[in-house]
C-alpha cells in the first residue's frame, strides 16, 4: 500500500488525491515519500514491533514449559488444573519473575497452551490397571477377534430424563433466554446401546430398571443381528453386570460371546458413552417434551438417526 501511493506521486498523481483514494491522512502519505527517498524501497516494507523483552529467560521458559505438563497439584496447589493465576504463582515462586496478571492469558498462548474444558475421572480409579487394560488386554481381544472374523462391540446403558440437558445458546446481551421444559421429575427411559469400531450401533428400550435380565435380554438381540459371528462384547462392571445370571449366560453360550469388562471407575474408556453425550447434548438439547411417550419417540428418533451415521459412530473412538 504505501509503495503504491509512492508510485502514484512519482507518476504526477497530487499526493492530496491519492491520500482521498487510500481514505488515508495527507501526512501519512507525505511520511511514505519521505523514508522513501532517505532509505529507498527497503523503508516501505512493513516491520514487525519488537515490544519489550521477555523477563524469562529462554532456559526458563523451557522448564516452565516443562513443568506446565505436570498436574499443579505437584507444585503445591490443591488440584490438577492450571490457571492463569496459579501459572503467576508458580513463576515468581521459581524464577523471582513478576508477571501483570493482564498478561497471563496471552502468555500462555504463546507458549502454545489452550483452553480446554477437563475431562472428569473418579477418584477410585486405578491409573495402572487402566494403562495395563490398554496397553494388554484390549490388544489381545482386538487381535483374537480379528483371528476368528469376530465383532468387538462396546456396551452400556444411561437414563434419559423428561427434563432435557440445556446448553448455552447465542443471544443479545439484554436478553434473558429461557428454555420451556417439564416440570415432572422421576419420569426416564432407559436405554441399552453397543456400538462397534465399524461404524454399527444397536440399542434396545428396557423395562423398568437395569438388571441382569436387561443385560442378558440386549445380549440376546446382539446375537440374533449378527447370527454368524462371535461377538466381543465388553462392559462396564456394574452390579448388574456382575450378577451371577449374566456370568451363567456367557458360559453358556461361550461358542459366540466373549464378555470382558472394563477397569473399575473408567467411563472414558468406553466409546458408547458418546452416544450419550451426542443424543444428550446436541439432539435433545434443551427439547421440550410433555410425558413419558412423547420422551421416547424423541430418544427413539435420535438414536435411529444415529444408526444411519456409522462415519459419525466412528468418530467416537477417535475421542
Not at 167 to 181: C, L, Q, Y
Not at 204 to 221: E, H, I, P, W
Not at 250 to 262: P, Q, Y
Request: proline share 5%.
Amino acid at each position: 500500500m504505501r509503495a503504491t501511493a509512492v508510485r502514484m506521486v512519482q507518476r504526477g498523481i497530487r499526493v492530496e488525491d491519492v491520500a482521498a483514494g487510500m481514505r488515508l491522512n495527507r501526512s501519512t502519505v507525505f511520511g511514505w515519500i519521505h523514508r522513501y527517498r532517505q532509505k529507498g524501497w527497503q523503508a516501505l516494507q512493513s516491520s514487525k514491533n519488537a515490544g519489550a523483552p521477555s523477563k524469562l529467560r529462554q532456559n526458563q521458559i523451557l522448564k516452565l514449559v516443562n513443568m506446565l505438563h505436570q498436574p499443579a497439584v505437584q507444585y503445591g496447589f490443591v488440584s490438577d488444573l492450571w490457571s492463569g493465576p496459579r501459572v503467576r504463582v508458580l513463576i515468581r515462586k521459581h524464577f523471582g519473575v513478576t508477571l501483570h496478571r493482564d498478561y497471563m492469558p496471552r502468555f500462555l498462548r504463546r507458549l502454545g497452551l489452550v483452553r480446554k474444558s477437563p475431562e472428569r475421572r473418579a477418584l477410585e480409579q486405578d491409573p495402572k490397571k487402566v494403562r495395563l487394560w490398554e496397553r494388554r488386554e484390549l490388544p489381545v481381544i482386538i487381535r483374537y477377534a480379528a483371528r476368528c472374523g469376530g465383532l468387538v462391540l462396546y456396551g452400556d446403558e444411561a437414563l434419559f430424563a423428561l427434563i432435557p440437558h440445556i446448553g448455552k445458546t447465542w443471544t443479545f446481551p439484554d436478553v434473558k433466554p429461557i428454555a420451556r421444559v417439564s416440570g415432572k421429575r422421576g419420569v426416564h427411559v432407559g436405554v441399552t446401546s453397543a456400538v462397534s469400531r465399524k461404524g454399527h450401533l444397536l440399542f434396545q428400550f428396557s423395562k423398568g430398571n437395569f438388571n441382569a435380565g436387561t443385560l442378558v435380554r440386549f445380549m440376546d438381540a446382539l446375537h440374533k443381528h449378527f447370527r454368524r459371528r462371535k461377538l466381543f462384547f465388553i462392559i462396564d462392571g456394574a452390579s448388574p453386570h456382575r450378577a451371577k445370571a449374566v456370568a451363567q449366560y456367557a458360559i453358556k453360550n461361550r461358542s459366540w460371546l466373549s464378555l470382558h469388562r472394563f477397569p473399575a471407575y473408567s467411563p472414558e474408556l468406553n466409546p458408547d458413552e458418546e452416544v450419550w453425550s451426542h443424543v444428550k447434548t446436541r439432539q435433545l438439547n434443551a427439547r421440550p417434551m410433555r410425558d413419558e411417550k412423547e420422551l421416547r419417540r424423541a430418544v427413539m428418533g435420535s438414536l435411529r438417526s444415529l444408526q444411519k451415521q456409522p462415519k459419525r459412530v466412528k468418530t467416537f473412538f477417535d475421542k
